[in-house]
Structure formats: structure tokens, C-alpha cells
């Protein structure tokens, strides 16, 4: 009895000291609230710009947005019984689809597009981890479709007022027209609010990596891309642009760091990120070259994204200890 009662304790000694629970058997500090609020603090510089060279009108696009989205996600939460915000994702979709409209564009259908996003994009799927494609994109695609001269009626920074000015983009893919390198990195020229500033967007998009939230190498494949059809063409023809005009200009920056990043609508393997970003980088130049559209960075992204199962199932990552 006494060899029992001794075996008995040791028992439920172990029991205090080994925990019994399915996986994820080992864990981490980063949770996927702190990385999205990570994202939404690399986008201050972003924002901060937009503030800069469209004045009140960014404001008030950033905070409509981030409020619907807000409001959204927690309406259809509680219509589907599962509970209330409990993470910031719906704010970053909101604040990113913000950034992707032209500092014109009505706020009435800025709330529309927002809807869209939060519900079709994301909820309509299962809610997050479950989307197949990137939400605020899809809202932005959505906006394109429904309203396409609102979405292509761009403004000169600081003069807001009045619609002016084609983007550089736009410009050098209708009229033949080069603009400056160095408006182009600065943020001083017509765009989105979020698309202007390269400098901006690239202090965010440095401070993900360093930080390690985002993958390195659907960036560099996505760039490396870019920059080399773009040059091939700029030697064959330089009406076709530079490189570094390529790069700088349109919404390359802002989908590169944080929408081809995206861990939930892009490829889990290392070599299915590289393909990814292959890709998105040849839809672009094929698209602004040759497209109907002087831009191609949204349609670039969610054609890749729906490739992206694809990829999963034939390019797996390699198990932990297995070769």
C-alpha cells in the first residue's frame, strides 16, 4: 500500500508538471494581434505623408475607412455568433484600403468599398486566416469596377480642390512623359495617399523586415522583377521607362511591403514565395506596357494570391527533422 500511495503521488506530481494539450506545443510573445498592429505602425510614415501632401482629405479617408472596417467586422461577428473584435486585423484593411484611393474620392463610397472588403474579402470566408485573397485589394477592385472615373481622377498635392494632373504612371504610359526621380521618392506628385512616397514606404517596409513580421523574399523576387524587365524594355525602347521609375511610381512600394506579404493569401514554402513574387513582378510590367491600365500592382497580387493554393499543394515546406 505504502509502494501504491508513493507511485500515486509521484503520478500526479508529473501531472503538475507536464501540460497535455493539442499543438501548437511551443509558443511565442508574437501573436498575430501584435504583428498586425506591428504592420499598422509601419504604415505611420505612409500616412503621415499622405497627412503631409493631401492635408485634411487624408484624414478624413484614413479615419472613414478604419472606422467602417471597424464597424463592419464587429456587425457581422455578432450577426454570425463569434464573438467581438478581439484583433486588429479589420483596422489594418481599413487603413490600407485608404491608402490605395485617390485623395478625391468621396468618403460615402470609400464606406462602400470598405463594406466590401471586410464582408466579401475577408468574413464571407471564414473571417481571418481563412480569406483567399488580400481584403483591402479586393475592395480597391471592387471600387475599380464600380466606379472607375472616381478612382482614376487624380490631384496635385496640396490643391486638393480641383482634379488637374495625370499620375506619373499615367502619364508616361499615355503621354510618353517622364517624371523626376526624385518627386517620385520624395512623394511630391499625384497618386493614391498611401502610393506616393517611396521614402515612406520604405522606412515601413525596413522596419517589418527588421523586425522579422514579413518574409524577405517575395520583396526582393517581386523588385528584382520589376527592375529587370522593366530594364530590358527601357533598353529596347525608353519610351517604356526606366527601372527606377518603375519602382518608385505607382503602388509597387505599398503592395510589395505590405500586401504581397501578406501571410494568410501568399505561399507557406520559401520557394513558393520566390514564384509568388516572380510572378506578381512580371504581371506588372506585362501591364504597364501593353495593359489598358497604366497600373497593374492590384491585379498583379490577387492573380498571384489565387495561385497561391496552388503552389501550397505542390511545394510543401520541409518538415521539422525531416530532410
Known amino acids: 500500500m505504502d509502494r501504491a500511495r508513493i507511485t500515486e503521488k509521484k503520478n500526479k506530481r508529473i501531472e503538475r508538471i ?38 485634411l482629405r487624408a484624414i478624413e479617408l484614413i479615419a472613414v475607412c478604419g472606422l467602417a472596417s471597424l464597424v463592419t467586422e464587429y456587425l457581422f461577428l455578432k450577426i454570425r455568433g463569434k464573438g467581438s473584435l478581439n484583433e486588429p486585423s479589420a483596422l489594418l484593411t481599413g487603413i490600407l484600403l485608404a491608402l490605395t484611393l485617390p485623395p478625391s474620392f468621396p468618403l460615402w463610397a470609400a464606406v462602400l468599398g470598405t463594406i466590401f472588403a471586410i464582408i466579401i474579402g475577408k468574413q464571407i470566408f471564414g473571417g481571418l486566416g481563412y480569406n483567399i485573397f488580400n481584403p483591402a485589394l479586393i475592395g480597391r477592385a471592387f471600387l475599380v469596377a464600380t466606379f472607375p472615373v472616381l478612382m482614376t481622377s487624380w490631384v496635385n498635392p496640396f490643391t486638393i480642390d480641383a482634379v488637374t494632373t495625370a499620375t506619373p504612371l499615367g502619364l508616361l504610359r499615355f503621354q510618353s512623359q517622364s517624371t523626376p526621380l526624385m518627386p517620385l521618392f520624395l512623394g511630391n506628385v499625384s497618386g493614391s495617399l498611401g502610393e506616393t512616397s517611396a521614402l515612406a514606404l520604405l ?38 521607362g526606366s527601372p527606377l521609375l518603375h519602382l518608385l511610381a505607382g503602388g509597387l512600394m505599398i503592395g510589395v511591403f505590405f500586401m504581397a506579404t501578406d501571410p494568410v493569401t501568399t505561399p507557406l514554402a520559401k520557394q513558393g514565395r520566390w514564384l509568388f513574387g516572380l510572378g506578381a513582378g512580371a504581371i506588372v510590367v506585362i501591364i504597364r506596357n501593353w495593359g489598358g491600365y497604366a497600373e497593374g500592382v492590384m491585379f498583379s497580387i490577387l492573380l498571384m494570391n489565387a495561385f497561391t493554393p496552388l503552389l501550397d499543394r505542390y511545394i510543401k515546406p520541409r518538415v521539422l527533422g525531416g530532410r
Do not use: E, Q
Request: charged letters at 10%; glycine letters at 6%.
Open 203 to 240: 522606412i515601413g517596409g525596413a522596419f517589418l523586415l527588421i523586425k522579422k513580421h514579413i518574409d524577405w523574399r517575395t520583396p526582393l523576387a517581386y523588385l528584382f522583377t520589376v527592375a529587370l524587365l522593366s530594364g530590358i524594355f527601357y533598353l529596347i525602347n525608353p519610351l517604356y
Open 18 to 55: 507536464l501540460t497535455l494539450s493539442s499543438s501548437p506545443h511551443i509558443r511565442d510573445k508574437i501573436t498575430v494581434g501584435r504583428i498586425m498592429w506591428a504592420v499598422i505602425i509601419a504604415l505611420i510614415p505612409a500616412m503621415a505623408a499622405s497627412i503631409y501632401f493631401f492635408r
